[in-house]
């Protein structure tokens, strides 16, 4: 298997699975340098690697890079000199050549999962699909998960659930690190977080549309669960921003701006202000 079926195959599985990695390819290449132009190599935020753009302090220096870029969730454009001074402090080598190396973020599809097909359910899975989210919707009454009610969801599932032991089959949906949780049942959102919090990696988001009364009794019961605490400390509720929200179209939105800002590292400030505050900054 070649070297770029290897990290093509690979990045592939990755994004399948759910996962955000980073690749860097060599672009560019002047005088002496360890790999060609077009030398591929994945990374994942862990520093773990396929391929290699040239082994050494210059790839190390690329994981490094590249691990930044996975947090900032930006691609860039990095610069790499082979110094023929052991002083050069940047230095990556003793080739005397350079190389420029560009680290792209690659992430799965985004995956916005709706437990439960209610009122504000509707309205969020179409305004999902409007942001290019993949749109799952699960119930446990398959007259609700429905194509009619739900024409723009990807993927419908009914789920049984014994409300005399409160136990809840486990959900048919996969979870990954790209999956955007939102839990709005009739009455069974906590065997649903029990479910979803013990997930392993977590999902991206977890949502609870309940009041602060609610949210509060599920926590202490998701607690009393075993749960760790960190992991019900995830689950955002309220959900969503402060717009004022009431309606259930009105509350669909709100959830899916706060999720829109979690995805993007936005401020959730209103863009007037945020174009203000740099106008300064860039007429200077």
């Not at 605490?229 to 689950?235: I, L």
Request: charged share 25%; proline share 6%; aromatic share 4%.
């Amino acid at each position: 298997m070649s070297e770029f079926t290897q990290v093509t195959k690979e990045a592939l599985a990755a994004l399948e699975r759910g996962e955000r990695i980073a690749l860097a390819t060599v672009v560019r290449v002047r005088g002496s340098a360890p790999r060609h132009e077009g030398a591929r190599m994945l990374i994942w935020p862990d520093g773990r690697i396929v391929g290699t753009v040239g082994g050494a302090t210059l790839e190390q220096r690329v994981i490094e890079d590249a691990q930044e870029a996975l947090q900032d969730n930006r691609s860039r454009l990095e610069s790499y000199v082979f110094s023929t001074s052991e002083a050069a402090a940047d230095s990556v080598g003793l080739c005397g050549g350079a190389v420029e190396v560009h680290i792209e973020v690659l992430q799965p599809d985004a995956t916005l999962l709706i437990i439960g097909a209610g009122h504000v359910a509707q309205p969020l899975a179409a305004i999902g699909h409007l942001a290019d989210f993949r749109v799952a919707v699960v119930d446990d009454r398959a007259d609700f998960a429905t194509a009619e009610r739900f024409p723009q969801a990807d993927e419908l599932a009914v789920v049984r659930y014994d409300e005399q032991k409160e136990e809840l089959e486990p959900l048919p949906v996969s979870l990954s690190p790209s999956t955007y949780v939102v839990v709005a049942t009739w009455g069974w959102d906590e065997p649903a977080l029990a479910q979803v919090l013990a997930a392993a990696p977590p999902p991206a988001y977890v949502g609870l549309v309940a009041s602060p009364t609610k949210a509060r009794v599920i926590r202490e019961r998701l607690l009393a669960r075993g749960l760790p605490q960190q992991a019900v400390e995830r689950v955002r509720a309220p959900v969503g921003l402060d717009l004022g929200a009431e309606t259930p179209g009105e509350i669909a939105l709100s959830i899916m701006a706060e999720i829109l800002m979690l995805r993007r590292k936005a401020s959730g400030r209103p863009l007037a202000e945020v174009r203000a505050r740099r106008a300064p900054a860039e007429s200077a």
